[in-house]
């Protein structure tokens, strides 16, 4: 979104501006890039930002050192379409290319190179100075934060460490909420796909060999009992 032209005649509606900003970056925004992107003070954004997550229209989100703003409802198509799509798409796979799992984790790998990740202005910075960084736990310790970022069907999943090995280059993760294990086995191929995706993403950033596996799947008719687990190696 580029900056708003200087015009002393024109009424600037703040809130909408910044709504619009906020929708214009899925991935989440800080208050901070909002300001340099608007040109407003930070004591606007702020003051605007308190008003939208009044209203309901944005949400917050800490990842990382950040805290990242997120739009209720998207610009474009509506998250409920979206997602009937996505499902749809996955539970056919799933039913004509039964037991897959692997297929879906290589399509996830190799689709992570041409996706355009919707990261926000301070996200990308906070990767940028993981890239190549020797000490792998750092980055282990740091991937819970940033898997909501480009899992975009899933910004409110819960993602727990349950392991660490001593020397950071092994870890598994809990994840929980998910949409995609809701009462069926229906689309657990986005698990493998993300799982891929996830592999090669830590591939590129850490330059280094990744094995990212799916642990296991637990689908449960209660969906605060169902989850996925994955475990990441860096070799």
Do not use: W
């Amino acid at each position: 979104m580029g900056k708003p032209t200087s015009n002393k005649n024109k009424t600037v509606n703040h809130e909408v501006v910044i709504l619009e900003c906020i929708r214009d970056n899925p991935g989440g925004i800080t208050a901070s890039d909002i300001a340099n992107l608007t040109n407003f003070s930070r004591n606007t954004v702020s003051k605007y930002v308190l008003t939208l997550e009044r209203t309901n229209q944005i949400f917050s989100k800490k990842v990382g050192a950040y805290k990242l703003l997120f739009a209720k409802k998207e610009k474009f198509i509506p998250f409920e379409t979206a997602i009937s799509y996505y499902k749809a798409l996955l539970s056919k796979f799933k039913k004509y290319f039964p037991n897959s799992d692997e297929i879906a984790k290589q399509i996830g790998k190799e689709a992570a190179n041409d996706i355009k990740f919707p990261f926000g202005p301070s996200v990308q910075k906070q990767l940028r100075s993981l890239k190549g960084h020797p000490i792998s736990r750092i980055f282990l310790e740091s991937y819970k934060n940033f898997y909501s970022t480009y899992d975009i069907f899933q910004p409110n999943i819960d993602i727990t460490m349950l392991k660490i090995d001593q020397e950071g280059k092994n870890a598994t993760y809990r994840f929980k909420n998910s949409v995609f294990l809701e009462d069926s086995d229906d689309f657990i191929y986005h698990v493998h796909i993300m799982c891929g995706i996830s592999e090669g993403i830590l591939i590129r950033a850490l330059k280094r060999d990744v094995l990212c596996k799916v642990d296991q799947i637990y689908v449960s008719n209660n969906k605060e009992e169902s989850f996925f687990d994955l475990t990441i190696t860096i070799k």
